[in-house]
């Protein structure tokens, strides 16, 4: 299973039940606050296009924001 890359930022709820969700399933992640520094926040606008959190990638799939769609993508993405 590939790591995914998780773009989060500290007060957003989304980013929140996100990374509550990766753990509950145990898929590895590394989470990096678009806060921590500016290039972070490039990197999300050069991988995604946007700079909106959450925004999760897993080997060439994207996933934009965090719903019951999103978290179903997701896990045919790492077969959970």
Wanted: glycine share 8%; proline share 6%.
């Amino acid at each position: 299973m590939p790591k995914a890359v998780v773009y989060t930022a500290p007060e957003c709820p989304h980013s929140r039940r996100l990374v509550a969700f990766l753990k509950q399933n145990k898929i590895d992640f590394e989470e990096r606050c678009i806060l921590a520094s500016p290039g972070i926040l490039d990197e999300l606008k050069r991988v995604s296009g946007q700079l909106a959190v959450p925004v999760t990638v897993i080997g060439d799939g994207i996933f934009l924001g965090f719903d019951s769609r999103v978290e179903r993508r997701i896990k045919r993405q790492v077969g959970v």
